[in-house]
């Protein structure tokens, strides 16, 4: 079996080393507790809904908790080492400079409509993606130079590129290229988003309320889970309800009270009164992109006021005072878990006297009431949030602190999370706060390059060339000095001012065992149970 290089042992010991300080919920209790139990309805609470359960069209964690569980995927990724490993491919070759795919499936695996997933049926999925556009960005950038697939027989299809993709076998693992019944590929996006689709995955949609709540139900004789998973065949719980509470003070109270199982977005104000309540907290950081302030570029095309707001920020201290214990500053804008992270901390210090000079030097001269001027404009921005996490508001509220000092007026303006991917392609917005999580460096491709989606208007550049050969790289150590320069250009020409690489901790009751993390660190609950 011959793997891509999409990731490297390097990055694989640091996952390692997070995992072993908070892995998954209930792992301490688990000797005590006896044999795992089936059955049982496990209710998760999240922040938000993003209006949508079709997992090729959902970015934010919250949704993609519960979506994930419909769909099986090609491969899986380990957390711990970063490799990838078989799922519904038994095994798979890589061909022509990493421009053909070739995916051995199991047999016997059926979508919950009772229909085979076959080749046929992983050619209609890959097919239907680029035709979703701006409503299915991640999945769309995972298959960027797509080809076609070749139904070589019922249980081998051929996946083609016109140029090299080196990334390909890791999007493979991810939710957004889950494969889905064909059925549901000849919906309309909008019918997918609404009623769902149907999957192989170990749960089915039972009950969706938009902005409410999301009810799975066990999949019956389901046996063709992920090679990581413990358990192989049907998953232990009966039901899985994701029930929305914005507030983070009333997931917390839910919690406490036993009105709920387990809880997302938990925020530093909030461990205290969950450890003495005797809930357990896992976490893990992020791989991806770092939460940060995404600029507007062709709003703001003067590097020396992007990079004067970069230095403004006081990285330590957002992450020290409002996210949970052990969170890190920022120190690129790729997480330090992501394969080919680069530390370019010394390029994202605090530096509010050099942030002042650059401002000087760019003609935005100080005012009487601290925000500065230039050509009778105030210097100032709207940063536009999302409320699916309990630590959004206090960052930038602490940022916006931070900017005033060297006169900048930070204006925040609360958005739904379902209007995220509007507002993106409108480019209707100064700034956006947020994060995109995934476990391969080429989310800088399809996050930045001027030559796919380019939601932060970034002027084409050298980057783009960077980025495209770091995705056609075959050689392992070509690929991570080109992540590497990639990162320099984004950090250093300010075009996104990273903050805090995110830190997902969880909140679960002491009877909830073998809640897991997978490599996204995004939440895994074939295994999970409640006893």
Same mark, same amino acid.
């Given at each position: ?36 139990? =089936? ?8 922040? @938000? ?10 970015? @934010? ?60 049926? %992983? ?8 035709? !979703? ?10 298959? *960027? ?20 993709? *080196? ?17 549901? %590929? ?7 988003? +609404? ?49 929305? !509470? ?7 109270? =839910? ?57 403004? %920020? ?32 010394? =390029? ?17 001269? *100080? ?11 105030? !210097? ?17 509220? !602490? ?18 999370? +379902? ?12 700034? #956006? ?15 930045? =390059? ?55 901790? #969880? ?25």
């Amino acid at each position: 079996m011959r793997r891509a290089w999409s990731v490297w042992t390097t990055a694989g010991t640091l996952v390692t080393a997070v995992l072993a300080s908070g892995c998954g919920a209930g792992d301490a209790a688990d000797g005590a507790a006896g044999a795992p139990r =089936s059955g049982g309805t496990l209710t998760f609470a999240v922040g @938000s809904d993003t209006g949508c359960v079709d997992p090729q069209q959902v970015a @934010s964690n919250d949704t993609i908790y519960s979506v994930r569980h419909l769909v099986d995927s090609l491969t899986d990724q380990d957390p711990a080492t970063g490799k990838i490993v078989p799922w519904l491919a038994q095994r798979w070759e890589i061909g022509d400079g990493a421009r053909t795919y070739t995916f051995h499936l199991r047999p016997g695996v059926t979508f919950s409509d009772g229909t085979p997933l076959d080749a046929k049926a %992983v050619k209609a999925t890959f097919d239907a993606v680029p035709k !979703l556009g701006v409503l299915g960005l991640l999945a769309k950038g995972y298959l *960027a130079g797509y080809e076609g697939t070749t139904v070589v027989d019922d249980l081998t299809a051929r996946v083609r590129f016109k140029t090299p993709n *080196a990334q390909f076998l890791q999007a493979t693992a991810t939710h957004s290229l889950g494969i889905l019944s064909q059925a549901s %590929v000849r919906k309309s996006p909008e019918q997918r988003c +609404a009623k769902g689709v149907v999957g192989s995955g170990p749960f089915v949609l039972s009950k969706y309320v938009p902005a409410q709540s999301i009810t799975l139900a066990k999949r019956k004789g389901y046996g063709w889970g992920s090679s990581l998973w413990k358990k192989q065949g049907e998953a232990y719980l009966d039901r899985l309800v994701f029930k929305v !509470l914005p507030e983070s003070g009333v997931r917390t109270g =839910s919690l406490q009270s036993g009105q709920v199982d387990a809880i997302g977005s938990v925020g530093r104000a909030d461990e205290a009164a969950l450890k003495a309540s005797g809930a357990q907290l896992p976490a893990r950081a992020n791989p991806g992109i770092v939460f940060g302030i995404s600029l507007n570029n062709a709003r703001f095309k003067d590097e020396r006021v992007r990079r004067a707001i970069s230095l403004a %920020v006081d990285r330590k201290q957002v992450a020290e005072t409002v996210f949970p214990a052990g969170t890190r500053p920022a120190t690129s804008i790729l997480a330090r878990t992501t394969p080919g992270y680069a530390d370019l901390g010394a =390029s994202l210090a605090p530096d509010q006297a050099k942030a002042r000079s650059l401002l000087d030097a760019a003609g935005w001269k *100080a005012g009487g009431d601290g925000v500065r001027r230039k050509d009778g404009a105030e !210097l100032a921005l709207t940063v536009k949030w999302f409320a699916n996490a309990a630590t959004n508001r206090p960052s930038l509220e !602490l940022v916006q602190q931070q900017l005033k000092a060297v006169g900048i007026r930070l204006e925040l303006k609360e958005m739904q999370i +379902a209007q995220l991917a509007q507002v993106q392609t409108s480019g209707d917005f100064d700034a #956006l706060w947020g994060n995109l999580t995934r476990a391969d460096p080429d989310i800088l491709r399809t996050t930045y =390059s001027t030559r796919l989606a380019n939601a932060y208007r970034l002027p084409p550049t050298d980057l783009d060339g960077i980025l495209d050969g770091q995705a056609a790289a075959s050689d392992e150590a070509e690929r991570k000095r080109l992540v590497e320069q990639a990162q320099r250009r984004i950090v250093e020409r300010a075009y996104i001012v990273p903050v805090v690489e995110l830190q997902t901790e #969880l909140g679960a009751a002491k009877n909830v065992h073998d809640l897991m993390f997978d490599a996204s660190s995004r939440i895994q609950l074939h295994d999970t149970w409640i006893g």
